[in-house]
């Protein structure tokens, strides 16, 4: 019993942060003991749930205390070179001239092979044509890192450029060598093994530069020395080509390539490809004037401005220029032919991600890939997070990965993991400077890479063995990873409707409700997909009528969001799932209200809980009464902060009278929710008295309640004893007192 003499009503079904007293403005409302308003007596009326009575499926779900997340957050090949030169067994050859071979090939330059009868010494070294090197700087967009390149070209005789491939790095090396040494002393070299090249005797020529391309794993800083120490005894210049990782153990000069911005590179392609061109509209000599109006036209496309604010290599931004240039189509059909070529790259790179080499990533590649499509699956969570489900996709029986939970991957390792490509695209953050925690998200502009990483993974691999993973990821034991889950299953939806609702109704019927709040997230993701509509409606409506955990689910999925598109069809579900005792455990129905409320739709849903405050049904009563004692503990918004929310919607009548007053006299009188509905009446009077118009409005809503004898007597033991104590000064307690009088 509480302290004023009247049983106190159940707490079970509460909510979390963000509703109840807790949410009210104004100051906390002070108990009569002294306590606040959260402080509720420890004692139970009878109707509260027996611990130990035995419970059917349609009596309550045992389970841990689940999440309840906000809806508005729930709702994106070469061959190796290598192993075709392990063949060669001709011994040194050096070939000047017409070294072009095969049907049609044309000889443009020189090819030196260095080959041992032993297969040793396997060196190609590719003397670039002046040509070659001024056809590289024709149109070439400066980096940000090209100034360092060129001191550290000039100071030492091997340096390391880092960058991802792609990323315009070649063309760099290139062209920093011919500032150095002049346009016609560039070579590349290419060698099975870099040691290969430390080896070869009389290799290098004096005042030239070279190129050599990532020579991958397995080099040590002994390798790296003997090469530098050649290069300097014949006075030349050695770019080693790398995608970044440690430093081999070896002091050797690096820079870090910072290609340049896509729009600057789309922009300097285009002039060149059209520089002798003339797209009308000139008058007399064409100036280039044409040539300018048509890249202002082109980049003030929305389909292009999102995709050179993401992070398309150099080399893909060539590609898209040179589809532009070969046809320079305008207006509606440069619109078509963007949304055409532009997904066509992003599917390209989201291919490329997802296909690791297995020759560069020996015994790897799967790790590789399963890692990088968690990344596009569970984007915004830790990295270990991410590891660990990748893990679960390579290893789908064990219920947990093996990997400790508390252990971080490293810089390099995680360098490794992504690769170049999926690098650029993603940002690594720290939870804070305290935690070692990072996170991995995808750059805003980069949500389209995300998505076709999931279509590139789904039409390559087995379906079937992605939607178990989805599966056991909806099944995790951590929230975040179950939302991923659900979300990556209602993304699968679009490609296999049955699938995916077979899979939802399993976790549905789980007794965890955790793994049934990634159902109802899974429903969500189907719905914003707008042909899958009818197909979730028909899935609910049969939930709304299955047994306790379905009716749950029902219930949940609503709360996500979806009674915001179908209210009444909510409405009437909802009913279904809180008429059995099973929802007095549980807040999910009442969550679903909520947002039908917060969607505008309040008279509708006030009008459905009247019904069930009328309907005789002890369950649907008590659900009718906790809503309106939740409801009335919200305060409008400013500039209206000192109305009560429904107070403030019956003023501007968007609620019913009637149905506020059958509302509110259920919840007086039920003795569990009565003790906080009385609570809560008084708070309003507080803060009513000395605001005439709210202290009117509230006098006309409790004339309209207090319409029984057993009310009237409640009344005016709460003025008596309770409010009057309380509240001496306030000069709406005698208005309100003559309420409580017997007409």
Same mark, same amino acid.
């Given at each position: 019993m509480s302290e004023d003499g009247y049983p106190v009503e159940d707490e079970e079904w509460a909510f979390g942060a963000g509703t109840g007293p807790e949410a009210s403005t104004g100051s906390p409302w002070p108990s009569e003991g002294g306590a606040s308003v959260d402080q509720v007596p420890e004692s139970e009326v009878d109707d509260a749930p027996d611990p130990t009575a035995t419970r059917t499926d349609d009596g309550a779900l045992?389970?841990?205390?689940?999440?309840?997340?906000?809806?508005?957050?729930?709702?994106?090949?070469?061959? #190796?070179?290598? +192993?075709?030169?392990?063949?060669? !067994?001709?011994?040194?050859?050096?070939?000047?001239?017409? %070294?072009?071979?095969?049907?049609?090939?044309?000889?443009? %330059?020189?090819?030196?092979?260095?080959?041992?009868?032993?297969?040793?010494? =396997? *060196?190609?070294?590719?003397?670039?044509?002046?040509?070659?090197?001024?056809?590289?700087?024709?149109?070439?967009? /400066?980096?940000?890192?090209?100034?360092?390149?060129?001191?550290?070209?000039?100071? #030492?005789?091997?340096?390391?450029?880092v960058g991802a491939d792609g990323t +315009? !790095?070649?063309?760099?090396?290139?062209?920093?060598?011919? =500032?150095?040494?002049?346009?016609? =002393?560039?070579?590349?070299?290419?060698?099975?093994?870099?040691? #290969?090249?430390?080896?070869?005797?009389?290799?290098?020529?004096?005042?030239?530069?070279?190129?050599?391309?990532? /020579? @991958?794993?397995?080099?040590? @800083?002994?390798?790296? #020395?003997?090469?530098?120490?050649?290069?300097?005894n014949r006075r030349c210049t050695v770019v080693l080509l790398t995608a970044g990782g440690?430093?081999?153990?070896?002091? *050797?000069?690096?820079?870090?390539?910072?290609?340049?911005? /896509?729009?600057? *590179?789309?922009?300097?392609?285009? !002039?060149?490809?059209?520089?002798?061109?003339c797209l009308g509209g000139c008058r007399g000599q064409c100036q280039g004037d044409c040539v300018q109006s048509y890249l202002d036209e082109c980049v003030a496309q929305p389909a292009l401005k999102a995709y050179l604010a993401g992070t398309p290599r150099p080399w893909e931004v060539v590609q898209v220029v040179a589809a532009i240039a070969e046809r320079t189509p305008s207006g509606s059909e440069l619109a078509w032919a963007l949304d055409q070529l532009l997904p066509q790259q992003v599917l390209r790179r989201a291919r490329e991600i997802l296909t690791p080499s297995a020759d560069t990533h020996p015994d790897r590649a799967d790790h590789l890939r399963a890692f990088r499509l968690s990344c596009a699956v569970l984007a915004g969570l830790t990295v270990t997070e991410i590891h660990d489900s990748a893990c679960r996709l390579l290893r789908p029986y064990l219920d947990e990965p093996a990997t400790n939970a508390s252990t971080e991957l490293r810089g390099p390792d995680l360098d490794a993991l992504l690769g170049g490509v999926l690098a650029q695209a993603v940002v690594i953050e720290r939870d804070d400077v305290a935690s070692s925690r990072r996170r991995l998200r995808f750059r805003p502009a980069e949500e389209e890479?995300?998505? %076709?990483?999931?279509?590139?993974?789904w039409s390559e691999w087995a379906p079937e063995r992605l939607l178990r993973w989805f599966g056991a990821l909806a099944r995790s034991a951590d929230p975040a990873v179950r939302q991923a889950g659900a979300a990556a299953i209602g993304w699968a939806a679009g490609r296999d409707i @049955?699938?995916?609702?077979?899979?939802?109704?399993?976790?549905?019927?789980?007794? =965890?409700?955790?793994?049934?709040?990634?159902?109802?997230?899974?429903?969500?993701?189907?719905?914003?997909?707008?042909?899958? !509509?009818?197909?979730?409606?028909?899935?609910l409506s049969r939930w709304a009528n299955g047994r306790a955990y379905q009716r749950d689910t029902v219930a949940r999925a609503y709360a996500l969001g979806l009674a915001r598109l179908w209210p009444d069809v909510a409405l009437a579900q909802l009913r279904l799932a809180a008429q059995f005792r099973s929802q007095r455990w549980h807040n999910s129905v009442g969550r679903a209200l909520v947002?039908?409320?917060?969607?505008?739709?309040?008279?509708?849903?006030?009008?459905?809980?009247?019904?069930?405050?009328?309907? @005789?049904?002890?369950?649907?009563?008590?659900?009718?009464?906790?809503?309106?004692?939740?409801?009335?503990?919200?305060?409008?918004?400013?500039?209206?902060?000192?109305?009560?929310?429904?107070?403030?919607?019956?003023?501007?009548?968007?609620?019913?009278?009637?149905?506020?007053?059958?509302?509110?006299?259920?919840?007086?009188?039920?003795?569990?929710?009565?003790?906080?509905?009385?609570?809560?009446?008084?708070?309003?009077? %507080?803060?009513?008295?000395?605001? /005439?118009? *709210?202290?009117?409005?509230c006098l006309e809503l409790l004339r309209a309640i207090i319409v029984t004898p057993q009310l009237r007597r409640?009344?005016?033991?709460?003025?008596r004893h309770v409010w009057r104590p309380i509240m001496p000064r306030n000069r709406l307690l005698s208005a309100v007192a003559q309420l409580a009088v017997e007409d």
């Amino acid at each position: 019993m509480s302290e004023d003499g009247y049983p106190v009503e159940d707490e079970e079904w509460a909510f979390g942060a963000g509703t109840g007293p807790e949410a009210s403005t104004g100051s906390p409302w002070p108990s009569e003991g002294g306590a606040s308003v959260d402080q509720v007596p420890e004692s139970e009326v009878d109707d509260a749930p027996d611990p130990t009575a035995t419970r059917t499926d349609d009596g309550a779900l045992d389970e841990e205390e689940d999440e309840a997340p906000d809806p508005r957050i729930v709702i994106s090949g070469i061959e #190796d070179l290598f +192993g075709r030169l392990g063949a060669v !067994r001709t011994g040194n050859v050096r070939v000047r001239g017409a %070294n072009a071979t095969g049907h049609g090939s044309v000889a443009i %330059n020189t090819l030196t092979v260095r080959a041992g009868a032993d297969g040793s010494e =396997r *060196v190609w070294c590719e003397e670039l044509t002046t040509t070659q090197v001024r056809e590289m700087g024709d149109g070439y967009t /400066p980096a940000a890192s090209d100034e360092l390149l060129d001191q550290a070209v000039k100071r #030492d005789p091997l340096v390391r450029l880092v960058g991802a491939d792609g990323t +315009g !790095r070649y063309t760099t090396a290139c062209l920093a060598l011919a =500032r150095r040494y002049g346009p016609d =002393r560039v070579a590349v070299l290419t060698a099975a093994d870099l040691a #290969d090249l430390a080896g070869v005797d009389g290799l290098f020529t004096s005042g030239v530069g070279y190129v050599v391309p990532d /020579p @991958g794993s397995g080099v040590d @800083g002994l390798v790296l #020395d003997g090469l530098a120490t050649r290069a300097a005894n014949r006075r030349c210049t050695v770019v080693l080509l790398t995608a970044g990782g440690a430093g081999y153990g070896s002091p *050797v000069s690096t820079v870090v390539h910072g290609p340049p911005a /896509p729009v600057e *590179v789309f922009a300097a392609q285009l !002039r060149r490809h059209l520089r002798d061109d003339c797209l009308g509209g000139c008058r007399g000599q064409c100036q280039g004037d044409c040539v300018q109006s048509y890249l202002d036209e082109c980049v003030a496309q929305p389909a292009l401005k999102a995709y050179l604010a993401g992070t398309p290599r150099p080399w893909e931004v060539v590609q898209v220029v040179a589809a532009i240039a070969e046809r320079t189509p305008s207006g509606s059909e440069l619109a078509w032919a963007l949304d055409q070529l532009l997904p066509q790259q992003v599917l390209r790179r989201a291919r490329e991600i997802l296909t690791p080499s297995a020759d560069t990533h020996p015994d790897r590649a799967d790790h590789l890939r399963a890692f990088r499509l968690s990344c596009a699956v569970l984007a915004g969570l830790t990295v270990t997070e991410i590891h660990d489900s990748a893990c679960r996709l390579l290893r789908p029986y064990l219920d947990e990965p093996a990997t400790n939970a508390s252990t971080e991957l490293r810089g390099p390792d995680l360098d490794a993991l992504l690769g170049g490509v999926l690098a650029q695209a993603v940002v690594i953050e720290r939870d804070d400077v305290a935690s070692s925690r990072r996170r991995l998200r995808f750059r805003p502009a980069e949500e389209e890479l995300r998505r %076709n990483l999931l279509d590139v993974a789904w039409s390559e691999w087995a379906p079937e063995r992605l939607l178990r993973w989805f599966g056991a990821l909806a099944r995790s034991a951590d929230p975040a990873v179950r939302q991923a889950g659900a979300a990556a299953i209602g993304w699968a939806a679009g490609r296999d409707i @049955g699938a995916a609702l077979a899979l939802v109704d399993d976790l549905a019927r789980a007794p =965890r409700a955790g793994v049934r709040q990634a159902a109802g997230i899974a429903l969500v993701a189907m719905a914003m997909q707008r042909p899958l !509509r009818y197909r979730v409606r028909t899935q609910l409506s049969r939930w709304a009528n299955g047994r306790a955990y379905q009716r749950d689910t029902v219930a949940r999925a609503y709360a996500l969001g979806l009674a915001r598109l179908w209210p009444d069809v909510a409405l009437a579900q909802l009913r279904l799932a809180a008429q059995f005792r099973s929802q007095r455990w549980h807040n999910s129905v009442g969550r679903a209200l909520v947002d039908i409320h917060e969607s505008g739709q309040s008279a509708l849903m006030l009008h459905e809980l009247a019904q069930w405050a009328t309907s @005789g049904e002890p369950a649907l009563c008590l659900h009718a009464a906790r809503m309106l004692r939740l409801l009335a503990e919200r305060w409008s918004p400013a500039p209206n902060g000192h109305w009560p929310e429904l107070l403030h919607l019956l003023r501007t009548n968007a609620v019913s009278l009637a149905d506020l007053a059958v509302l509110w006299r259920t919840a007086l009188s039920l003795p569990a929710t009565a003790y906080r509905s009385w609570r809560v009446v008084g708070y309003w009077i %507080n803060q009513a008295d000395g605001r /005439p118009e *709210v202290a009117e409005a509230c006098l006309e809503l409790l004339r309209a309640i207090i319409v029984t004898p057993q009310l009237r007597r409640r009344l005016r033991h709460q003025v008596r004893h309770v409010w009057r104590p309380i509240m001496p000064r306030n000069r709406l307690l005698s208005a309100v007192a003559q309420l409580a009088v017997e007409d």
